[in-house]
């Protein structure tokens, strides 16, 4: 399959942890990686390989992965998390790039 | 530091052939694992991986759009053209070009500031 599967929204309480999750096949075999965008913005590398965060990305973002499935978690969710967000990866052959639909957070 | 831009024109008319040329620095397209790629997102929708090129040439395109994209390089004036042909209304989005990070995670981890193409007669 070449696609990867994100719940639309979620919503999170100032404060609290929030786990946004990216559903693919390909997640069996390739690690997902993690963008953030703001309205008007490029997209923001925030996740990459097993749990990497680029210089500069908050220690309360972090990465996992089990089976199919690769979530993205902020503990301690800020006004300024709120944003959308989506997970890439190589497709099953492991020749092409998938992105998946994407996910609006809301920080309550 | 690395840095990339998009430029283009902003509005084509149906059936035209668009052509984006992405201007980088701060990394070369000659060195063994770099890559650029181009991303696409229509108004108010989610991202959509386009067309991707390696240093040694090496391109890889998006099935559902493959017969109309072309992905070169000039390596020499640090340079990536995407081109699309035969386009449409559905194709109205902003066309990003990105860097990639990793060869092996293919994460893009830095990205241009992306250019808005509007197709209408």
């Known amino acids: 399959s070449s696609e990867l599967t994100q719940d639309p929204a979620v919503s999170v309480a100032l404060g609290q942890t929030v786990r946004i999750t990216c559903q693919g096949d390909s997640l069996r075999s390739y690690y997902a990686s993690w963008y953030q965008q703001k309205p008007g913005q490029a997209p923001v590398l925030v996740i990459y390989?097993?749990?990497n965060r680029p210089s500069g990305i908050p220690d309360r973002f972090s990465g996992s992965s089990s089976g199919n499935t690769a979530s993205l978690t902020i503990t301690g969710a800020q006004a300024e998390d709120e944003a959308d967000y989506y997970c890439?990866?190589?497709?099953?052959?492991?020749?092409?790039?998938?992105f998946g639909g994407g996910t609006k957070l809301t920080v309550l | 530091q690395i840095t990339l831009k998009e430029s283009g024109p902003t509005l084509v008319k149906p059936t035209q052939t668009l052509t984006l040329t992405c201007t980088f620095s701060?990394?070369?397209?000659?060195?063994?694992?770099?890559?650029v790629g181009w991303i696409r997102q229509p108004p108010g929708k989610a991202l959509e991986w386009l067309a991707l090129?390696?240093?040694?040439?090496?391109?890889r395109y998006s099935p559902s759009l493959k017969s109309r994209l072309t992905i070169t390089k000039d390596t020499s004036k640090n340079q990536v053209v995407l081109t699309m042909t035969n386009m449409d209304p559905v194709d109205t989005a902003t066309y990003y070009c990105?860097?990639?990070?990793?060869?092996?995670?293919?994460?893009?981890?830095?990205w241009g500031q992306g250019t808005l193409v509007t197709v209408s007669s």
């Open positions: 090129i390696y240093w040694d040439d090496d391109k």
């Open positions: 701060g990394f070369s397209l000659s060195t063994s694992g770099v890559g």
């Open positions: 990105a860097h990639i990070g990793d060869y092996v995670f293919c994460d893009f981890d830095y």
């Open positions: 890439n990866s190589r497709d099953s052959s492991g020749n092409l790039v998938v």
């Open positions: 390989g097993k749990n």
